[in-house]
């Protein structure tokens, strides 16, 4: 483990830290293997919120459990640990929860076997395939530096364990909760998220618009089903769906401007029951993925114009027009990491970890709603990269113009020691950045 990385763990300026550097990497290991076992999806996360809650009770904070209402009403598992140091400004810190439906297949000791029902009654299978295992077990050792170091900063912690990630919804049930309401509003905000495109040991940050916005869509194209032998007497939907798609590819390379990157992707589609039998209808789930609210309008647009051109070339009747249909509640708002304030961590980060281990990074099409606690960039807000890497494997992979599993496969596999504790490092030193005496 020491071949790996340096012992980076608050060096020098947090001393009073209460166990050393091995202890405490051993004991976050242990509790980040507990974690990555026993994951649960969102809107479940109920065993992961209340060992976060009782970590963060154990180092003094003043913990608040079923912080989050979902739009139809149902409480979430946000846990919120308040932390006041004298006067100061406020600072929140977050680390999400759930886990994601899929097999895992790393091999590990630790590998989780855990399957549930979702949504559809379906048995599947769930796995921290996004890393917010390394995250919550960051955020219980960033808790646990910065309650030992005291004397070294001053104002609030307002450390938030967020439900729901995954779904785009858990930021939001957060705040429709009255989180500032009932805790302080934050003079910033930040957090991190794992790679694996980065070597364990490094973090990296971009500036300014970091994570893509996103908005979920679904279409249904509606036909006139029949016999697969009369077609002549239908209007299928199938066909449609097929020219709908091809013709959707226009949308980005000839509608959208090439300097606004916008990307639209249709992942789920379902139709018909039998090879002889032309269906009713088909149904499409899409994502969009936009970096403004311009390029987002004229993908949605784009999607409605493109669907409704090929019900139209088929002659499909009134009253059976696809419908398409935006899910506001399954969509975040661009990820924009402050630039004055990025370019102020940037500094510190390469203080603590080294300047060749702090780097800057592109804007990347993925999404978060972390940029939900920005409050449309009034608070500013910093997400950093956490490499999570073997830097040996990693480099062997790029040699050979390989990319190792990644985020949501099911062999994405951290190397836990050195990223939990660069991870702790980062977030400790970006932390008495901004609140130090």
């Avoid at 990820?335 to 500094?347: E, F, I, Q, V």
């Avoid at 807000?381 to 956490?386: D, E, F, G, K």
Wanted: overall charge negative; aromatic content about 4%; charged content about 20%.
């Amino acid at each position: 483990m020491r071949n790996l990385l340096p012992i980076l763990l608050l060096v020098g300026f947090l001393a009073p830290f209460q166990l050393s550097a091995e202890d405490q990497t051993a004991d976050l290991v242990a509790i980040y293997k507990g974690i990555h076992s026993h994951p649960e999806l969102s809107h479940h996360e109920e065993q992961t919120a209340r060992l976060l809650a009782g970590e963060l009770r154990k180092d003094g904070y003043t913990v608040t459990e079923h912080v989050g209402r979902y739009p139809d009403g149902s409480q979430a598992f946000g846990v919120v640990g308040l932390l006041k140091n004298g006067p100061g400004p406020e600072l929140l810190i977050r680390g999400d929860m759930d886990g994601l439906p899929i097999v895992e297949q790393t091999d590990l000791p630790y590998a989780s076997h855990v399957t549930t029902k979702n949504a559809s009654g379906e048995e599947v299978g769930i796995m921290h395939a996004c890393g917010h295992d390394v995250h919550v077990t960051t955020l219980i050792g960033t808790a646990r530096a910065l309650a030992a170091a005291k004397d070294r900063w001053h104002g609030t912690l307002l450390l938030v364990g967020q439900p729901s990630e995954e779904t785009i919804d858990g930021a939001k049930a957060m705040m429709a909760d009255h989180l500032y309401e009932r805790f302080g509003k934050p003079d910033y905000a930040i957090a991190l998220h794992d790679t694996s495109t980065r070597a364990a040991g490094t973090v990296s940050i971009t500036s300014g618009p970091a994570l893509a916005s996103s908005s979920s869509v679904d279409v249904v194209m509606r036909g006139v089903g029949g016999h697969g032998a009369f077609p002549q007497g239908t209007k299928d939907p199938i066909v449609m769906a097929a020219q709908f798609i091809v013709q959707m590819q226009t949308v980005v390379s000839r509608q959208e401007s090439p300097l606004d990157p916008t990307v639209v992707t249709v992942g789920d589609i379902h139709g018909g029951t039998k090879r002889n039998i032309i269906p009713n209808e088909v149904k499409m789930e899409l994502t969009v993925r936009a970096f403004s609210d311009t390029a987002r309008g004229i993908a949605i647009h784009g999607i409605k114009r493109a669907a409704n051109a090929a019900a139209l070339a088929a002659g499909v009747p009134e009253d059976r027009q696809p419908i398409v249909t935006v899910i506001e509640t399954e969509s975040t708002p661009v990820l924009y990491n402050d630039p004055a304030l990025s370019a102020r961590l940037k500094g510190t980060l390469e203080k603590s970890l080294g300047a060749k281990n702090a780097v800057a990074e592109d804007p990347i099409m993925g999404s978060e709603d972390f940029g939900i606690f920005g409050e449309d960039r009034k608070i500013p807000t910093v997400m950093i990269w956490l490499g999570a890497m073997d830097p040996a494997k990693l480099a062997s992979a790029q040699a050979a113009g390989n990319l190792l599993p990644g985020l949501h496969t099911n062999r994405f596999a951290p190397v836990p020691e050195v990223t939990l504790r660069t991870g702790v490092t980062a977030m400790t030193s970006m932390a008495v950045e901004l609140l130090g005496k």
